[in-house]
């Protein structure tokens, strides 16, 4: 005996909404996995962004610092000096811990005097002869007591620079003695942090001084 017409209804319905259930359900399901494959995407550009914009801080600041130790430099008197200047930074830990007795004493060509410096056939890719080689020690840090060819400063915002320099005399001609100056940064510690930031690529920024 066949159903009767209310009771067929019904049973449509019934069967309607378990499907429209159970369709739901799946939806939900792909949406979730869809939604949860995006957010993982967005951490990932949000994370690059962020180490992007770290790097990008790390950068301006040491060709900020590059170019204030070459302007130093180049305005002195009577430029090349036997001797040293003192440059300040912002520690303040500790009497004259701010002071670097940074050396000025320039060297003959192609070596120079100072931080070693690339070649033709050391320079690896991406760096030029002449650039600071930052595979070698680390020369005599200047400080408030001791002269050399690198410091470390410090950033007003806590941040430590190792900064190394090479002094060239290009030009010996007494009437107009030429030197090549060239200053090379980069980010040991970060503020909060006593890791070193040893993937911080260096900065290099270099001028001609004439005395």
Same mark, same amino acid.
């Given at each position: ?22 369709? &739901?359900?799946?939806?939900?399901? /792909?949406?979730?996995?869809?939604? $949860? ?10 994370? /690059?962004?962020?180490?992007?914009? &770290? ?6 600041? %040491? ?5 204030? /130790?070459?302007?130093?430099? %180049? !305005? ?11 440059? @300040?930074?912002?520690? *303040?830990?500790?009497? &004259? ?9 320039? %060297? ?10 690339? +070649? $033709?056939? +050391?320079?690896?890719?991406? @760096? ?11 020369? $005599?840090?200047?400080? &408030?007591? +001791?002269?050399? @060819? ?6 007003? =915002? ?8 090479? /002094? ?7 009437? =107009? ?15 909060? =942090?006593? *890791? ?7 900065? !290099?920024?270099? +001028?001609?001084?004439?005395?």
């Amino acid at each position: 005996m066949s159903e009767l017409p209310n009771n067929q209804s019904r049973s449509a319905r019934r069967r309607a909404r378990l499907g429209q259930s159970g369709m &739901s359900l799946l939806e939900l399901m /792909i949406a979730m996995a869809v939604l $949860t494959v995006g957010m993982l995407g967005a951490m990932v550009l949000i994370i /690059i962004g962020m180490e992007s914009n &770290s790097r990008n801080k790390t950068d301006n600041t %040491a060709t900020v610092l590059d170019q204030e /130790i070459l302007e130093m430099f %180049a !305005t002195l008197k009577n430029y090349p000096k036997t001797g040293n200047v003192i440059i @300040y930074d912002c520690a *303040l830990s500790g009497a &004259s811990a701010n002071q670097h007795q940074a050396l000025l004493v320039q %060297a003959a060509g192609p070596s120079g005097n100072g931080a070693t410096l690339y +070649t $033709t056939l +050391t320079a690896p890719a991406g @760096y030029n002869a002449g650039d600071i080689d930052w595979s070698q020690p680390t020369p $005599t840090l200047a400080t &408030s007591t +001791t002269q050399g @060819y690198a410091m470390q400063y410090q950033t007003c =915002s806590g941040d430590i620079y190792e900064v190394r320099w090479n /002094i060239m005399e290009v030009s010996p001609n007494p009437s =107009s003695r030429i030197s090549l100056l060239t200053v090379s940064s980069r980010e040991t510690v970060a503020k909060g =942090s006593t *890791l070193g930031m040893f993937f911080a690529p260096p900065g !290099t920024l270099r +001028t001609l001084i004439e005395n």
